[in-house]
């Protein structure tokens, strides 16, 4: 059964209230995020993507996150900050791609669909990464939810 949109936004409203909820609970940053943030500061400021100037080592976790964030270093923007917007657009973008399939795969069954939004909403994990800093949400955005 094809859901109509009251019913999606619905689904939708019933896992983000909890997520974001919960989101706002743990404001977690993981320590590896500030290498991250070193990279993409050196870079922003011309020093090239290295954590210590003058020494060409690898240690962030996710090229395009470092780019990402030093972008935005450039035009004025905290990596803490951007890294966290970013991050939690990207779980309410996982919440929407998940609650769009429980919708079309549930439609017939309002209490299986907003059951199953509720306890997408209430994952932890989904919550915590959705601050941690790192590319966890985005990737788990692009690859789909």
């Not at 404001?27 to 070193?38: G, L, M, N």
């Amino acid at each position: 059964m094809s859901p109509n949109p009251a019913q999606r936004w619905t689904l939708l409203a019933t896992a983000l209230v909890p997520l974001l909820l919960l989101t706002w609970r743990f404001d977690f940053i993981c320590d590896d995020a500030y290498i991250t943030f070193v990279y993409a500061r050196n870079l922003a400021e011309g020093r090239g993507l290295v954590y210590n100037p003058g020494e060409w080592v690898e240690g962030y976790s996710e090229f395009l996150w470092a780019l990402a964030l030093a972008g935005g270093q450039v035009v004025g923007l905290s990596p803490l900050i951007l890294s966290r917007l970013l991050s939690v657009l990207a779980g309410v973008l996982v919440a929407f791609v998940v609650t769009g399939w429980l919708a079309r795969r549930h439609g017939d069954t309002p209490v299986a669909a907003h059951g199953a939004a509720l306890f997408l909403g209430c994952a932890p994990p989904l919550a915590v990464w959705s601050t941690g800093g790192l590319a966890t949400m985005p990737f788990l955005a692009a690859v789909g939810g």
